[in-house]
């Protein structure tokens, strides 16, 4: 059930700080009200009558609305943020001028730290207070630098319009006299700059998540569902993707020079090499055997070569399994070696592959042999087979497909940047994104 405002609520005598609320006399009904900010209060709704009561300019206003104030939590709540003791005085229900849409404002205090405002506007909150220390180097209308050289754009400007005020404040907190607002981020942090006609206030506002607020103060009296991207919420995996590119590159880089460090300080090890006599009475797809050789050390890959200098217009395709004589374990591989040339409209062509290899990894060490099974696709061929086998060979694969997956990673995170700012910046009339469908940019 909602919470809605009690007037009643405020006319009991609240201990804070430890002293009691001060009491002050409505102009309007004559009701005793209990100030929680005491002479800090300039401006308060009556507890009884609902009038807005200026204490500077000591003259009362009816109620701009009589629709309720549905609070989240009510006045004089108190509550830990961020290390320091809050007290809920006074909560804001207003509008942009012209528009339908409204946000809530409400206003904690601290004697120590002063005040804090937490703003919410379709569930996404900003934590506001206000600084003397702003951006005053203007790039152009549209974009301001601060003194740690951060950019902030401009998202939004806007005039302000009242619905409704509940508590008390240390200003007007209709703001009659407020000309306009503009609103500067920087993702997660903005600055809000009030210009009215005497004076011009400068808020700095960073992003806080609901989770962190309720755990301040508490159950609310009701739930606010998050629509869309706040305007300053950061985003959920914290990098832009220009930071991401840039991480990944350096990424890439390093790996590169390990890969090359470590290639450098490894030489492979020829362990066996031999060249056999290839002619037509194998295409029967007899075998040969090698003889048996070593593979020593750790386990490691093994590379194994296979080359036909003399192979001429036609091809063969060589079946080789490398087997662990001791326990019978095996590896194999096929390559297809074949030599093709010609001349054609198109002038002279050659098709090469008289050379194949390819690395078996994770072979341990043992006594081996190679079997050898050709395939020819000629059947007067006659041509010697050169075979090596090499211990230790350095491996790029894996960096190249880390590098493709790298690649992937920024593509992927552009992608997701451009579908987060789009959406964020959806209600600024000051966005660079075409906020089109893919269909619709496309088609």
Same mark, same amino acid.
């Given at each position: 059930?909602?919470?809605?405002?009690?007037?009643?609520?405020?006319?009991?005598?609240?201990?804070?700080?430890?002293?009691?609320?001060?009491?002050?006399?409505?102009?309007?009904?004559?009701?005793?009200?209990?100030?929680?900010?005491?002479?800090?209060?300039?401006?308060?709704?009556?507890?009884?009558?609902?009038?807005?009561?200026?204490?500077? #300019?000591?003259?009362?206003?009816?109620?701009?609305?009589?629709?309720?104030?549905?609070?989240?939590?009510?006045?004089?709540?108190?509550?830990?943020?961020?290390?320091?003791?809050?007290?809920?005085?006074?909560?804001?229900?207003?509008?942009?001028?012209?528009?339908?849409?409204?946000?809530?404002?409400?206003?904690?205090?601290?004697?120590?730290? +002063?005040?804090?405002?937490?703003?919410?506007?379709?569930?996404?909150?900003?934590?506001?207070?206000?600084?003397?220390?702003?951006?005053?180097?203007?790039?152009?209308?549209?974009?301001?630098?601060?003194?740690?050289?951060?950019?902030?754009?401009?998202?939004?400007?806007?005039?302000?319009?009242?619905?409704?005020?509940?508590?008390?404040?240390?200003?007007?907190?209709?703001?009659?006299?407020?000309?306009?607002?503009?609103?500067? *981020?920087?993702?997660?942090?903005?600055?809000?700059?009030?210009?009215?006609?005497?004076?011009?206030?400068?808020?700095? +506002?960073?992003?806080?998540?609901?989770?962190?607020?309720? #755990?301040?103060?508490?159950?609310?009296?009701?739930?606010?569902?998050?629509?869309?991207?706040?305007?300053?919420?950061?985003?959920?995996?914290?990098?832009?993707?220009?930071?991401?590119?840039?991480?990944?590159?350096?990424?890439?880089?390093?790996m590169v020079i390990f890969t090359w460090y470590f290639e450098s300080n490894q030489e492979s090890k020829l362990v066996f090499?031999?060249?056999?006599?290839? #002619?037509?009475?194998?295409?029967?797809?007899?075998?040969?055997?090698?003889?048996?050789?070593?593979?020593?050390?750790?386990?490691?890959?093994?590379?194994?070569?296979?080359?036909?200098?003399?192979?001429?217009?036609?091809?063969?395709?060589?079946?080789?399994?490398?087997?662990?004589?001791?326990?019978?374990?095996?590896?194999?591989?096929?390559?297809?070696?074949?030599?093709?040339?010609?001349?054609?409209?198109?002038?002279?062509?050659?098709?090469?592959?008289?050379?194949?290899?390819?690395?078996?990894?994770?072979?341990?060490?043992?006594?081996?042999?190679?079997?050898?099974?050709?395939?020819?696709?000629?059947?007067?061929?006659?041509?010697?087979?050169?075979?090596?086998?090499?211990?230790?060979?350095?491996?790029?694969?894996?960096?190249?497909?880390? *590098?493709?997956?790298?690649?992937?990673?920024?593509?992927?995170?552009?992608?997701?940047?451009?579908?987060?700012?789009?959406?964020?910046?959806?209600?600024?009339?000051?966005?660079?994104?075409?906020?089109?469908?893919?269909?619709?940019?496309?088609?």
């Open positions: 059930m909602f919470h809605l405002y009690d007037l009643n609520y405020l006319n009991k005598s609240i201990t804070i700080w430890p002293n009691q609320g001060k009491e002050i006399t409505c102009l309007n009904c004559q009701a005793k009200n209990y100030l929680l900010l005491h002479d800090l209060a300039t401006f308060y709704c009556c507890a009884s009558c609902a009038f807005f009561i200026d204490l500077n #300019n000591h003259t009362s206003e009816k109620p701009i609305s009589n629709e309720p104030f549905k609070l989240l939590w009510p006045i004089g709540k108190s509550g830990f943020l961020r290390g320091n003791f809050y007290q809920l005085v006074g909560a804001v229900h207003r509008k942009e001028k012209g528009e339908s849409y409204t946000w809530q404002e409400y206003c904690f205090f601290n004697p120590i730290k +002063g005040f804090i405002y937490l703003s919410e506007y379709t569930g996404n909150w900003i934590l506001l207070k206000e600084t003397n220390i702003f951006p005053q180097n203007k790039i152009d209308n549209i974009t301001i630098k601060d003194n740690n050289e951060e950019v902030y754009d401009l998202f939004l400007r806007y005039k302000t319009q009242c619905i409704n005020i509940v508590g008390e404040f240390p200003y007007d907190a209709k703001d009659n006299h407020l000309k306009l607002i503009k609103e500067f *981020i920087s993702p997660p942090t903005m600055y809000l700059k009030k210009e009215y006609h005497s004076e011009i206030i400068w808020f700095k +506002g960073e992003h806080i998540t609901w989770k962190e607020i309720k #755990n301040a103060f508490s159950e609310p009296e009701y739930e606010i569902e998050k629509v869309g991207k706040g305007s300053i919420q950061p985003q959920r995996f914290g990098m832009d993707y220009i930071s991401f590119i840039v991480y990944s590159s350096l990424t890439i880089l390093l090499s031999n060249t056999y006599f290839l #002619n037509a009475e194998l295409n029967n797809k007899k075998t040969i055997g090698t003889e048996p050789f070593y593979l020593e050390g750790n386990v490691n890959n093994v590379e194994i070569h296979l080359s036909n200098p003399d192979i001429k217009q036609t091809w063969m395709e060589i079946e080789a399994t490398l087997i662990n004589d001791e326990s019978n374990e095996e590896y194999t591989l096929t390559k297809e070696l074949y030599f093709y040339n010609g001349t054609d409209d198109g002038g002279s062509w050659t098709e090469n592959n008289r050379n194949g290899s390819d690395v078996i990894s994770n072979i341990p060490p043992g006594k081996y042999h190679l079997q050898i099974t050709p395939y020819f696709g000629s059947f007067n061929i006659n041509a010697n087979l050169n075979v090596e086998i090499y211990r230790g060979v350095p491996v790029r694969s894996n960096l190249y497909w880390m *590098i493709g997956c790298i690649a992937l990673l920024c593509f992927i995170q552009y992608q997701w940047v451009l579908y987060f700012e789009r959406n964020r910046w959806s209600n600024s009339n000051y966005s660079t994104y075409d906020h089109r469908s893919w269909f619709e940019r496309n088609m």
